[in-house]
Nanobody
């Protein structure tokens, strides 16, 4: 079974930055894609950014130009660099790994809180 562990969340003022990490228990290049999702109170869980095995990236419109997803396969880690944070970015951020075969894996989430 694969484990995904998120870290890097915390409290930051608007305009600040955070870098989230998702550490996987196996090589990240073995996944079809790895993505970051977020869920704010009372809202559904939405895709924030993803990176495929080929390196293609995808971003939600709300974070384009502010967030950057990257990976370090040697460290089995995917990162989400979040700049120019807004209060609307406040949510629990989850790491997701899609397999070529089988169900997705999810981390337990890390809280990001952006104050005004």
């Amino acid at each position: 079974q694969v484990q995904l562990v998120e870290s890097g969340g915390g409290l930051v003022q608007a305009g600040g930055s955070l870098r989230l990490s998702c550490a996987a228990s196996r090589n990240t290049f073995t996944f079809k894609a790895i993505g970051w999702y977020r869920q704010a109170p009372g809202k559904q869980r939405d895709l924030v950014a993803s990176i495929s095995n080929t390196g293609s990236t995808n971003y939600a419109d709300s974070v384009k130009g502010r967030f950057t997803i990257s990976r370090d396969n040697a460290k089995n880690t995917v990162y989400l660099q979040m700049n120019s944070l807004k209060p609307e970015d406040t949510a629990i951020y989850y790491c997701n790994a899609k397999q070529y075969l089988g169900a997705d894996y999810w981390g337990q989430g890390t809280q990001v809180t952006v104050s005004s």
